[in-house]
């Protein structure tokens, strides 16, 4: 083992322990104890963010990407470290973890680039007409602030890229925004070392230490107490539906309400158009399992139901897509939490009469095993449990009887990160026709691919209306993901000397 945890919190610079422990439950080798986090500790964290802020929101840009920079190449320093204790955790394959890091270091640097161009801060400016008629214009400059400390929570199954140092708080502390990170209960170790690397980047860098803590979870009421404490002015969220809402709600229901940009699940509907499915239902269908099963389909990308005109082009799909599940063996999901809930998921299908198996599997313990169920349109219409994430590799085959049908089914999904279209040429009326409706529904639109695998980009979104997120503006991916971290301020007739430096350089 080449790292090993000391289990406990980072709070201002300082690793400190509590009175609580709780055990890490790894997929492969031994558990650690860690530090339970307390709600003394969160006031704690949240008064040393608010103390940074006086500096670190008035830093330079260079200041702040040569912080994200210096991030990254600590990642990088630990490296090995992070492959081990991250893989041991969550049981995702260490070629995973690889390419997740080159992921998270490329995403520090993305933003930091992005900020070195300024043009995130919007500038604008009205000049001052003392001539108008009837009353004279005042001088007008505006330009993007930073918000005040936010609080992160990642998500167990993107342990490094949606998580401690990830692209919620690279795009925080890209804005000027210290953070406070909830650590997740399912991969403490990493975000242990995680946190060992921010911490040697703020000393290397001689930045106020309250920039960045972690809490340490095993215990609900610290991610409860972090939202609602009043020097918290935002937070960036990503998990389960069920978590998000009921943090969602808190932040809610504070004297003080604040933004909560919560990136949840989502069932990412694929429409297969007749002359695709009549072109390539084999490929479609071997495609399809490819994505479902990757990374034991747990990805909030991953595409769990399938629309497609009934007959004989609809069965080679199905077909294609049992004969793929049926190589594929048993995946270690990761926690012993999700591989229960995937199990519930799949119970909410067997007991139902409106749902035909077309492949179904037994998982037991922390594996999972992929399965695929089948339904009409109507019934899928009349069943909104049939619409619901099922966390894991389980697949639903919606046969409609119509275009026109499929139209309406797809009136009917809720908001969602991705929708998929599968054309041909021959297709291009069905899919204008489709199209007004999926942009309505989800914050990605794609055509002849799968939804797995988000691009780190200018231009990506990934984000959509309720349920697949708490805030249908924002995307939690890219570099647009910066704004959630904003907020526009205007500067009336301020003498030079008193505009932010960020206006002018
Ligand atoms: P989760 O169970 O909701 O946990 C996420 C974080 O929230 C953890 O730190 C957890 O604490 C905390 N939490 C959850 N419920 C809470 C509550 N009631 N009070 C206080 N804290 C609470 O989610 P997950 O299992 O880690 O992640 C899987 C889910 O994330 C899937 O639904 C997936 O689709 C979604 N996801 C979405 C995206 C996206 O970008 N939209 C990306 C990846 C994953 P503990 O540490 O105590 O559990």
């Known amino acids: 083992m080449i790292f090993t945890p000391h289990g406990k919190h980072l709070i201002a610079g300082a690793w400190v322990s509590g009175a609580g422990r709780f055990r890490s439950e790894p997929a492969q080798g031994a558990g650690f104890e860690f530090s339970t986090g307390t709600v003394a500790q969160v006031d704690l964290a949240a008064q040393a963010a608010e103390e940074a802020f006086w500096s670190f929101g008035w830093s330079t840009r260079d200041e702040r990407a040569v912080f994200l920079e210096t991030i ?32 998270t270091t490329g995403q520090l640097r993305l933003f930091a ?27 007008l400059k505006l330009v993007e602030r930073p918000i005040g400390p936010v609080a992160v929570f990642g998500a167990s199954n993107f342990p490094l890229a949606f998580s401690t140092a990830g692209g919620d708080t690279a795009a925080a502390l890209a804005a000027g925004c210290p953070v406070v990170v909830k650590g997740h209960s399912a991969h403490p170790g990493t975000g242990e070392i995680i946190a060992e690397a921010v911490h040697a980047a703020i000393t290397r860098c001689g930045i106020h230490p309250g920039v960045f803590s972690l809490i ?3 215990n609900r009421e610290v991610g409860a107490a972090l939202v609602q404490h009043p020097l918290i002015k935002a937070v960036g969220f990503t998990g389960s539906l069920a978590g998000g809402r009921a943090l969602f709600d808190l932040c809610a229901a504070r004297p003080e309400p604040i933004p909560f940009f919560g990136e949840l699940g989502s069932v990412n509907p694929m429409f297969i158009l007749p002359e695709a499915a009549r072109a390539r239902a084999e490929a479609l269908g071997t495609g399809w399992a490819a994505s479902l099963t990757m990374g034991a389909g747990q990805f909030c990308t991953n595409p769990g139901i399938a629309v497609v005109v009934d007959g004989a082009d609809a069965d080679r799909l199905v077909g294609a897509m049992k004969e793929a599940l049926a ?31 077309l492949y179904e599997t037994e998982s037991g313990g922390r594996q999972a095993s992929p399965n695929l169920y089948e339904t009409t349109g109507d019934q899928f219409l009349a069943d909104h449990t049939l619409s619901e994430e099922v966390f894991g590799p389980l697949a639903l085959v919606v046969r409609v009887e119509s275009l026109a049908a499929m139209q309406r ?23 204008k026709a489709l ?21 780190v980009a200018d231009a990506m979104v990934h984000g959509g209306p309720y349920p697949a997120s708490t805030n249908f503006g924002a995307t939690s991916v890219g570099t647009l993901s910066i704004r959630r971290f904003l907020r526009p301020v205007s500067y009336q007739n301020l003498p030079d000397a008193l505009i932010p430096a960020d206006f002018k350089a």
């Open 72 to 103: 990254a190449d600590e990642i990088e320093a630990r490296a090995e470290a992070i492959t081990e204790i991250g893989s041991s955790e969550t049981g995702l394959p260490a070629a995973r973890l690889q390419g997740e890091r080159g992921r």
């Open 113 to 139: 680039s992005h900020i070195r161009k300024g043009d995130y801060l919007d500038r604008r400016h009205d000049a001052a007409l003392p001539e108008r008629q009837p009353l004279p214009r005042p001088d």
């Open 216 to 218: 340490q979870g095993g």
């Open 327 to 357: 190589k594929t063996g048993p995946q270690t999901m990761l926690t012993d939490g999700i591989a229960k809930a995937y199990r519930d998921g799949q119970a909410r299908f067997q007991v139902r009469n409106s749902v035909k198996p």
């Open 409 to 431: 089914l797809a009136r009917g999904f809720e908001g969602q990160l991705t929708a998929t279209i599968h054309m041909d040429e021959g297709d291009t009326e069905a899919a």
């Open 435 to 455: 199209l007004p409706v999926l942009e309505r529904k989800a914050g990605r639109v794609l055509v002849n691919g799968f939804p797995t695998g988000v691009e």
